[in-house]
């Protein structure tokens, strides 16, 4: 007989953006709960609102299959002692089995008698089984727990009710002190208590109490709803996943509704009236067919419609007020210049260990240049690059970023225009916070671009000469975010800038611009450049780990001889493209090969010519002339030629190693031919640590 479970945890109200990780997380830990003690089901179908989290599971097994299991234990020469008698180890293990030693055979295995017992366990019918979802229940991790009453217990919030209902009959257990039962609350203001006769009645009795209990329901009508508001004002709005997502997690019974604000406050940036309705008030904001800002927005109650007008007066006149707030700010802010913000940067700390935010955007500019300089942008890039570092901050001391945080770098480039400076600069200060997340937009400028790394670069150098590393989860100045943000923003640029050659040089124009960190923090420079570029290639590895790309290509490429990480990127692209070719293993073993007879010392040194009348037979000189094509246009070949092109080296080098014995009692000839493998494995190692790589 197929069963039918229903489970609501009722809560005071959840955090919108908690909501449907929770009800996630407790239709995983249910389906393994389930999975873990041999309870087949049909569907687990989930229910969540702002005060509940529910599961509707069908067609649960009546009861656990019995179990017939033969059961190994110890050897027999630990089971029973010389005479015969049975050892404390054969008695522990009959008596964990549910067994006695008279119910214990003999069996060989791999020439050696073992103890078995035959385990024969009942399956407990379902009823028995589900009582363990209470520790299901209470396992469940949330980003931000509390405490209520006098309990240690934590949970995401207070938990008010549970119905626990097998078919028609409530499934006894409590939590703290509260008990299952079948009685649910409706809606707060509207609703009232309902009993649930049975699991299937569940989201029909609940309706009835105004409470749509299916998410994905909900949301549909509010989406429903906010285009018949549109259709019937002949707007445009743009309904935001992520915010219909939040809104649609803030109520139980929605209703959306329309609101107006005065024009005036569309002389305000778009960008400051989406952040005040959007972010702030949770607002859907609308357009005109031609896509300009219209005075309105359209928002959802959680209620009814009875009384909507007090509630629409009563969001307008939240908005104004921050609308207010955004106008007085915006008309401050410009009484002054660009001069007088940056002036007062002096006095904002980046960090108290490290200095100013003058300073950080002084050794900025330093980096920027470099960094223009290497990947050759041209004199006018050069110059906007040099005074977007000069400037870029400066809107984190007006009055409105000061209010909306979420705007910082779009005032920037606001008020740059403003105060007239050219777009690509004004273009750049909005650009040099990309990418504010894993997937988030790149700088669509090269200048934005150089000025983003240039900022990212500096921080994670001053933070690590500061030994404030990145430590489990543990990243409070979001290094690691930066970090791929550099990743990222290299890829896409093509630009080829080797991290620890310019960490170098950043040094070594410090110094020479005499803008230093503290004593302290500079002598730390120089030994964190290395621990740096391990933390980039750990970034590296993390945009590897996107693209499913096999984890000893990913060992090779980031473990090889650069810090260059469009090579990197390139040289597992070719690698990841000849894989599965037929010649890839034996080319990889002849290249390997060469590699592990290379010394380091070798490898660190100038490279030494190869002498060739110490050449004792054709194979190397042929090895010989060969090596020396490949290497002569080994730069101004793609990774994928480079690697076609040391792969068609195998017959070569397998006839190499057939007539040669490198280490040949000869001195002179053993370094020649170390010398000569010594060549071949310094273009190899442009590729990437082969050795890595795993060929079967």
Not at 42 to 60: D, N, Q, V, W
Not at 431 to 442: D, F, K, Q, V
């Amino acid at each position: 007989m197929a069963h039918q479970f229903l489970l609501e945890i009722g809560l005071e109200e959840i955090p919108a953006h908690v909501v449907t990780p929770s009800i996630d997380q407790l239709v995983e830990r249910t389906k393994a709960y389930l999975t873990d003690q041999r309870i087949t089901f049909e569907t687990i179908k989930p229910f969540s609102t702002p005060r509940r989290l529910a599961l509707l599971i069908s067609g649960l097994a009546d009861k656990q299959p019995d179990i017939e299991e033969e059961v190994k234990g110890p050897a027999k020469k630990i089971a029973q002692d010389a005479d015969g008698n049975w050892t404390k180890a054969a008695q522990g293990f009959a008596r964990g089995q549910g067994a006695s030693v008279d119910d214990i055979v003999f069996k060989e295995l791999k020439g050696e008698q073992y103890v078995y017992v035959q385990k024969h366990e009942v399956g407990q019918p379902v009823s028995e089984v589900l009582t363990g979802i209470k520790d299901v229940i209470t396992a469940m991790t949330f980003p931000t727990m509390m405490k209520w009453g006098s309990y240690k217990f934590q949970y995401v919030r207070p938990i008010r009710w549970l119905v626990a209902l097998l078919d028609d009959d409530v499934l006894p257990f409590s939590i703290l002190d509260i008990n299952t039962g079948k009685t649910s609350q409706g809606h707060r203001f509207l609703g009232h208590e309902v009993e649930i006769q049975h699991p299937a009645d569940y989201e029909e009795a609940l309706t009835s109490q105004f409470v749509i209990a299916d998410a994905d329901k909900r949301k549909a009508k509010i989406r429903e709803q906010i285009q018949a508001i549109a259709s019937e004002h002949d707007w445009t709005i743009d309904i935001d996943d992520d915010l219909l997502e939040e809104v649609n997690n803030l109520v139980e019974w929605p209703t959306a509704f329309a609101g107006h604000f005065d024009e005036k406050y569309l002389t305000i940036p778009d960008e400051v009236l989406i952040t005040s309705m959007k972010d702030h008030q949770r607002f859907f904001y609308v357009k005109d067919a031609a896509g300009k800002l219209l005075p309105n927005f359209v928002s959802v109650r959680n209620g009814n419609d009875q009384y909507l007008a007090n509630v629409v007066a009563g969001n307008e006149k939240v908005l104004t007020a921050r609308l207010e707030d955004a106008m007085f700010f915006y008309q401050e802010d410009q009484k002054h210049d660009i001069d007088f913000y940056v002036n007062k940067l002096k006095s904002v700390s980046f960090h108290d260990k490290i200095g100013s935010m003058t300073e950080h955007m002084k050794r900025t500019g330093i980096i920027a240049n470099l960094i223009g300089q290497r990947v050759g942008l041209s004199e006018t890039e050069l110059a906007d690059l040099q005074r977007a570092s000069e400037i870029y901050k400066f809107d984190l001391v007006t009055g409105m970023v000061g209010e909306f945080a979420e705007l910082q770098g779009v005032m920037g480039e606001k008020y740059a225009l403003l105060f007239g400076e050219k777009p690509a600069v004004a273009q750049a200060i909005r650009e040099h916070y990309m990418p504010i997340s894993a997937e988030g937009s790149l700088p669509q400028s090269n200048v934005g671009a150089a000025l983003a790394i240039a900022d990212k670069y500096d921080s994670i150098t001053a933070f690590f000469a500061a030994d404030m590393i990145p430590n489990g989860s543990n990243d409070p100045y979001a290094l690691r975010r930066q970090a791929f943000g550099i990743v990222r923003i290299l890829r896409d640029r093509k630009w080829h800038l080797p991290l620890l050659k310019m960490g170098q040089d950043f040094e070594i124009a410090l110094s020479n611009k005499h803008v230093q960190f503290n004593p302290e923090l500079t002598a730390n420079l120089s030994a964190s450049r290395q621990r740096i570029q391990e933390f980039m290639n750990d970034r590296v590895r993390q945009w590897f780990a996107g693209q499913h790309v096999r984890h000893d290509i990913v060992d090779a490429v980031t473990n090889a001889d650069t810090s260059d990480v469009v090579n990197m990127l390139d040289d597992a692209a070719a690698l990841v493209a000849h894989a599965d070719d037929g010649n890839f293993k034996d080319a990889i073993e002849a290249l390997t090969r060469v590699a592990r007879l290379t010394k380091d010392d070798l490898l660190n040194a100038p490279a030494v010519p190869v002498d060739p009348k110490l050449f004792e037979n054709e194979a190397e000189q042929k090895l010989y002339d060969a090596v020396n094509d490949v290497k002569a246009h080994f730069d101004g070949r793609t990774p994928e030629q480079n690697y076609k092109a040391l792969a068609d080296l195998q017959p070569v080098i397998a006839d190499y190693f057939d007539a040669n014995m490198v280490m040949d009692d000869d001195e002179a000839i053993r370094r020649n031919r170390l010398n000569q493998l010594a060549q071949l494995t310094k273009l190899t190692i442009q590729l990437g640590d082969l050795k890595q790589l795993i060929v079967k």
